[in-house]
């Protein structure tokens, strides 16, 4: 089963503008071939699927925690998506509709990705950055616990590499702080999957790291990451579960070279995460006559009521 928690995994600074084209970049990172959605569906299903989990402990806890990860990063990706589309952080919502003959999202003809202001109000889905949908053809789960740990190493070093890609198109500190973010945590389950294959295969996968090159230390937005260890961390995410994780990611085993030196350990639970940010509500994208306030007093009272 899953809990969840009202916070992302880290905190997002606040977009300058409204752009939606960065938004739609972003969302490369959810919907694409190597994005998240693709990663939490590998990992989720093979974690379903995985057989003699008593018997092979290890492996199935390691594919198991990182699916937790996973769907945090799902998270992750799709707030920082609206945020991009929504502009900067605004508590002040329209009172009401307005004046909608003045085309009021007459800007939002020129992006690349109109179907997410038509369709999802300015939000995310899971499509790519040129709003072609996320597939399930993208999920990969053999039953054979070494092609599958091959599988999810591959799948990594691509989703580092498209990540890096989309952090290079992008300006605003809300989209290259999420990637600077899930180019660290990408690199841990590369090498957590590089040695749990070691362990099976004895062959030391974790020597081709970082596939593709990546220096870390050249990406501002990394920096602090690295620095409070997030390279050589993984998390249980349960409080009792999974600990057998660090019979991989442990035993001696190090940060990989380039970076931050020190010894991998395993964390029960989930790291202190950052907030949520309020985006603004917008009447013109439903009706002239809308009326918030009134929507606004029921949440009030509901609020109230459940103090």
Known sequence: MFMRID?????????????????????????????????????????????????????????ASITAEEMGHVELVS?????????PDND?????????????????????SFASFASAGGGALPVNSNSMSWNADMVTTTGNVVVDLLHN?????????????VYETLTDPTGREVCGYLLVRGS??????ALALKQITGVE????????????????????YLQEGSHRRLYTWSPADYKEIAGIWGQGEQALPGDPPGALEVVDGLPEGGKIHQLSGIPSAFTPDYAPEEMMEIASKLYKASR
């Open 153 to 165: 190493f591959h799948l990594e070093c691509g989703a580092r590499l498209h990540k890096l890609r």
């Open 205 to 224: 996968l974790e020597k081709f790291l970082p596939t593709p090159n990546i220096p870390l230390d050249k990406i501002p937005e990394c920096q602090k």
């Open 7 to 63: 916070k992302l995994q880290t905190e997002l600074p606040a977009p300058r503008r409204a752009d939606p084209n960065a938004a739609a970049a972003l969302q490369e990172l959810l919907g694409g071939k190597y994005g998240e959605m693709s990663t939490l569906g590998n990992y989720l299903f093979q974690s379903f699927n995985f057989r003699s989990k008593s018997k092979l402990r290890p492996f199935y806890s390691l594919v």
């Open 188 to 193: 841990v389950h590369a090498h957590a999957y």
């Open 79 to 87: 707030h920082a998506v609206a945020m991009l589309a929504n502009g």
């Open 92 to 112: 002040d919502d329209e009172v009401n509709g307005g004046d909608i003959s003045g085309a009021p999202f007459e800007a939002m003809k020129d992006i690349r």
